[in-house]
């Protein structure tokens, strides 16, 4: 007998492209499940992101602080960034580091991915450990207005549990990070 979740495929049936912008796509797709029950799936598509974990040769983190529209707050974060598709994510968690953080990395390593929201969205996220770190003027894009913050990682787990470290890709990455530790 199978298991829900044990790896039965859905059979797509059709697809189409319902909305489009630069930044994400909204996708429906008609599926068969292994019932022979056909629903539909609608589902956000991006070409993925990365973040990219700068830490300083006295092992605290950089991050930046940036005003999150959807929220209406500000979010301490990691430095990140969307991808296309087809993208590299060690490049664009380069051109992220050095725009946002004005930073460039003598040492760029992937640590991890994960599925920001596997329910909603094909989104894959890259997550990068910088280090060996050199200053450089930053790039902010024009919708972004940020202040760079340096962290103790005592600092950011206090900051976590008291839930001012809220935004779930820095949560995640932070996670991988202190696996690594």
């Known amino acids: 007998m199978n298991q829900p979740g044990a790896g039965t495929p859905w059979e797509r049936l059709e697809h189409e492209t319902v909305f489009r912008c ?4 909204l996708e429906r797709d008609l599926y068969r499940l292994p019932s022979g029950e056909a ?22 983190l950089v ?41 460039v990395a003598g040492e760029l390593q992937e640590i991890g991915r994960f599925a920001p929201y596997n329910g909603v969205s094909d989104e894959t996220s890259y997550v990068f450990l910088a280090r060996r770190l050199t200053e450089t003027a930053s790039r902010p894009e024009a919708t972004e207005e940020l202040s760079v ?3 103790a990682v005592a600092s950011l787990q ?3 549990r008291s839930g001012e470290l809220r935004d779930g890709m820095t949560l995640a990455a932070l996670y991988l990070y202190l696996l690594r530790r």
């Open 22 to 25: 630069p930044y994400y796509t």
């Open 39 to 60: 629903r539909n799936y609608h589902y956000v598509h991006t070409g993925g992101s990365a973040t990219v974990i700068p830490e300083r040769a006295d092992g605290r």
């Open 63 to 103: 991050l930046v602080r940036q005003y999150r529209y959807l929220m209406r707050l500000p979010s301490l974060e990691f430095p990140r960034g969307g991808m296309q598709p087809g993208d590299d994510a060690l490049v664009v968690a380069r051109k992220e580091l050095e725009e946002e953080a004005g930073l």
């Open 149 to 151: 913050e340096v962290h």
């Open 158 to 160: 206090a900051l976590a």
